[in-house]
Nanobody, 125 residues
Framework: EVQLQASGGGLVQAGGSLRLSCSASGLRFAESAIGWFRQAPGKEREAVACVGFNDGTIDYADSVKVRFTISSDNAKNMVYLQMNSLKSKDTAVYYC??????????????????WGQGTLVTVSS
């Protein structure tokens, strides 16, 4: 059974940085993908970044390209989201999610079968 737990959120000033962590116990990295999603108040959940461990695909939403970096430490069952140059519009609850039995990654949240509980990121202007 895969269990995900996101952490690392907090309050940061605009222009600052945060690193989110996703602990992925039980994940078979070689046949999985991890995605980071976020949901701002009053808005729909949106994809932020994803990594497919089988083919090494990494993708970012246009709104976070260059500023955010997804990485992993498979030996520690950890996936990270480094967020730099944060903006007020990045304020949201951030979730990590896993997609099993996949070669690549994608931004369709319906393909992700396990979700973590979310961590709140608040960027003050």
């Amino acid at each position: 059974e895969v269990q995900l737990q996101a952490s690392g959120g907090g309050l940061v000033q605009a222009g600052g940085s945060l690193r989110l962590s996703c602990s992925a116990s039980g994940l078979r990295f070689a046949e999985s993908a991890i995605g980071w999603f976020r949901q701002a108040p009053g808005k729909e959940r949106e994809a932020v970044a994803c990594v497919g461990f089988n083919d090494g695909t990494i993708d970012y939403a246009d709104s976070v390209k260059v500023r955010f970096t997804i990485s992993s430490d498979n030996a520690k069952n950890m996936v990270y989201l480094q967020m730099n140059s944060l903006k007020s519009k990045d304020t949201a609850v951030y979730y990590c999610a896993s997609e099993s039995l996949t070669v690549s990654c994608d931004f369709d949240e319906y393909n992700y079968d396990t979700w973590g509980q979310g961590t709140l990121v608040t960027v003050s202007s």
